[in-house]
């Protein structure tokens, strides 16, 4: 079974400083993990994923994520946060051994960015 | 390309009344799925899909039919609605040729069961 893990409700970060959206996961074999931002009334828009090689993802909007193995973590960062960065992120894992593609997904961080 | 669009975006049911979602994609995706969202629990899979005719359940498919005729579309039926059943509700789709493709979302319906 795999499962994901976002510790955090909310994260709150003032403009311009880093933002880091923490996301540990659980899966039977290899781990494909992604990253989604939803904006208020809209779809999930995708942002990055891991597949393999080199383990830090860049991604859209200024996002990257570090994926560390050993912590199984593949946490969401941006070096330096706008307001219009505030939105609910989630992170997903996917089995690699899954051929039907099915994502588990974690509970979602909202993250409010003040100017 | 539209992508993936979903309709209606909003609907109010009474207890006991059924209703279908519609789900349809113009990406030529082979696999479809099915969310539903409740406040702080992510998304949750009812059905999914990787083919016409070929449909599978997920996590949450009680109280929920899907059929898949075509690859463009991929219904979701609520039959005798129950007031659980209040979310929104998310369709996606993804290409998967065998690699870890992304899925792409619709913009959601919201139901609500009253």
């Known amino acids: 079974a795999q499962s994901v893990a976002q510790p955090e409700d909310q994260v709150n970060v003032a403009e311009g400083n880093p933002l880091t959206v923490k996301c540990t996961y659980s899966v039977s074999g290899n781990p494909y993990l992604f990253w989604y931002v939803q904006y208020p009334n809209r779809g999930l828009q995708f942002l990055l994923k891991?597949?393999?090689?080199?383990?830090l993802v860049k991604g859209s909007y200024g996002f990257e994520a570090e994926f560390n193995k050993s912590q199984t973590s593949f946490h969401l960062k941006k070096p330096s946060a706008l307001v219009s960065d505030s939105a609910l992120y989630f992170c997903?894992?996917?089995?690699?051994?899954?051929?039907?593609?099915?994502?588990?997904f974690g509970a979602g961080t909202q993250v409010v960015v003040t100017p | 390309n539209a992508g993936v669009t979903q309709t209606p975006k909003f609907r109010i049911l009474k207890i006991g009344q059924s209703m279908t979602l519609q789900c349809t994609q113009d990406m030529n995706h082979n696999y479809m799925y099915w969310y539903r969202q409740d406040p702080g629990m992510g998304l949750k899979l009812i059905y999914y899909?990787?083919?016409?005719?070929?449909?599978d359940k997920g996590e949450v498919p009680n109280g929920y039919n899907v059929s898949r005729s075509t690859t463009e579309d991929f219904p979701l039926r609520l039959e005798l609605a129950a007031p659980s059943q209040t979310s929104v509700y998310f369709c996606a789709s993804s290409l998967q040729r065998g690699g870890p493709d992304t899925q792409y979302f619709g913009p959601g319906t919201r139901l609500t069961v009253l």
């Open positions: 997903a894992v996917r089995d690699i051994l899954d051929s039907w593609g099915k994502l588990q």
């Open positions: 891991y597949i393999t090689g080199d383990n």
């Open positions: 899909s990787v083919g016409a005719g070929i449909t």
